[in-house]
């Protein structure tokens, strides 16, 4: 009996028209077994068309049903559901191969190994020119990257040729890429670009894997968490997406945008190559023209296109954008906080909360407000100083130190103690309550209110409570002599460090509950 694999052989042999005698030679058996093959070939009801792409073992078992009978060492995988179900966040083939083996045991049959599960899926992806998900789940990321290749367009009235650089994103999944021509490559532009591209994607992925860029990244150790800048934090916050840069020189853990540069060279930058363009508002309509046909365009190798792919199955995996886009600011860091409670910035003054004196603040502006933080935390916002102004100052009273402030009411030092918490506004309630000369209770509250700008507001509502479990109406240097205590506690240490800069992108729900103001 000779091998399963003549049968096929024979067969395509005879099917180019060769003769049985040039199909014996050229695979080295017998007339004779050329002329059985060709015999049962004919008595069948198949042609070539039909059995073409058949495997090895359904040819012979057509020919030769009495001398081969196959029967499965293991129960058989729905290789589609494996593929479907692979599309999940979450889902591994390790999971669905041990899911696999739980069904067969209920069953009573065979389960074939891991090995050979992971095997056949890999096969079955290549036999159907799918893209393995076992690599990229639909709307899990967006790679991004500026291109190497330029573009240029002419000032008219100039004449002079402006060098366009290229911001470009792709869903490595649906292999759907979004490009922007831009005049520069700052911090600026390049926040503006990723809010570009989360339109034009219509929602954001998990996460972002993006480039060592300086107008993203401060520092990348090779141990340790990466700290992104400000500005890129706060994007990533108000998106709610993890901003994760790359490994150092690993530009294959962002493989996908690194090979749709070299594509996006030939859809695009070739494609537009005899075209002048008189302003970068007409560069990038040639670019979404050239773009939309490119991601438009068949695959060669599978069915549909980036764009269909992408409808169909990364899309409804994307978060909903928010109703606003976010809005693209300049930032300015390591501002001291002065003790007037001010910060200079832009030849002008700036106040903070009184308890951020000595500290290093970073500063977010456009061209009407600015923003004042402290570890990621907005701690204040005021109307931009006129560009004309110089030395000018914004103030808010609050701010200030209670030294410096003046005329401060009852229901103002009412509504202090409730911002710094529970148990501050339960003593200064009962001193107000209780006490028979108002003013000498305002005294008192203002003092006691002040240890927050000596210490912090964590350590006065600490304070606070512990002073309440032992008196109705606290001292004030009870209170005073607790938050000192606090003070060189190890409570204070790990709130602290609880409040570290990181580059790690949790969202802004996260991050709020770290609120110093």
Not at 438 to 459: D, P, R, W, Y
Request: aromatic share 12%.
């Amino acid at each position: 009996m000779f091998k399963k694999t003549k049968v096929r052989s024979i067969l395509e042999l005879l099917e180019k028209k060769l003769s049985a005698r040039e199909v014996a030679k050229v695979l080295g058996v017998s007339r004779n077994t050329v002329a059985e093959v060709a015999l049962l070939f004919n008595q069948s009801d198949k042609s070539w068309d039909d059995i073409c792409e058949w495997d090895d073992d359904r040819l012979y078992d057509l020919f030769y049903p009495d001398k081969f009978k196959y029967k499965p060492r293991y129960a058989s995988v729905d290789y589609s559901y494996v593929h479907k179900e692979l599309k999940k966040t979450g889902v591994t083939e390790k999971l669905l191969w041990e899911e696999y083996c739980e069904k067969c045991e209920k069953e009573n049959v065979v389960a074939c190994s891991y090995i050979t599960f992971t095997k056949n899926y890999k096969k079955f992806t290549a036999d159907k020119n799918y893209t393995s998900h076992i690599e990229h789940k639909p709307g899990l990321v967006m790679e991004v990257d500026w291109s190497g290749p330029t573009m240029k367009y002419v000032d008219p009235d100039t004449g002079e040729i402006i060098t366009a650089y290229l911001f470009v994103a792709t869903m490595p999944y649906s292999q759907k890429s979004y490009v922007e021509a831009t005049t520069n490559m700052n911090e600026q532009t390049w926040l503006s670009c990723h809010v570009n591209m989360f339109e034009f994607f219509g929602g954001t992925p998990v996460k972002v894997v993006c480039d060592n860029l300086k107008t993203g990244v401060i520092s990348h150790p090779k141990k340790g968490e990466i700290i992104l800048n400000e500005a890129y934090l706060t994007l990533g916050e108000y998106y709610s997406v993890a901003i994760m840069p790359t490994g150092v020189r690993k530009p294959k853990q962002k493989a996908s945008v690194e090979g749709s540069v070299g594509k996006i060279a030939t859809a695009i930058i070739a494609k537009l190559r005899n075209e002048i363009f008189t302003s970068l508002g007409a560069l990038n309509a040639g670019i979404r023209r050239a773009l939309k046909e490119f991601n438009d365009k068949p695959f060669q190798k599978r069915e549909g296109s980036r764009s269909i792919i992408f409808e169909t199955e990364e899309k409804p995996y994307l978060r909903e954008l928010p109703l606003v886009p976010f809005e693209v600011c300049e930032w300015s860091y390591k501002h001291k906080v002065n003790s007037n409670s001010h910060i200079w910035w832009n030849k002008g003054q700036y106040s903070v909360p009184s308890r951020y004196i000595g500290y290093k603040v970073d500063v977010k502006f456009n061209n009407n407000l600015v923003y004042i933080y402290y570890n990621r935390t907005e701690i204040a916002k005021h109307q931009r100083l006129s560009q004309n102004v110089i030395n000018g100052i914004k103030t808010d009273e609050k701010h200030l130190p209670f030294s410096l402030q003046r005329n401060i009411s009852a229901e103002e030092l009412r509504d202090r103690a409730r911002d710094i918490g529970p148990k501050t506004f339960e003593v200064v309630r009962r001193m107000f309550d209780e006490a028979k000369i108002k003013e000498q209770a305002s005294q008192t509250v203002q003092a006691i209110l002040g240890i927050a700008e000596q210490f912090s507001t964590e350590i006065l509502e600490k304070a606070c409570d512990k002073s309440l479990k032992k008196y109705h109406i606290p001292y004030y240097k009870t209170i005073y002599a607790y938050a000192k205590s606090i003070n060189t506690s190890r409570e204070l240490t790990d709130f602290k460090e609880s409040n570290k800069n990181t580059g790690i992108v949790r969202g802004a729900d996260y991050y709020r509950k770290g609120d110093l103001s």
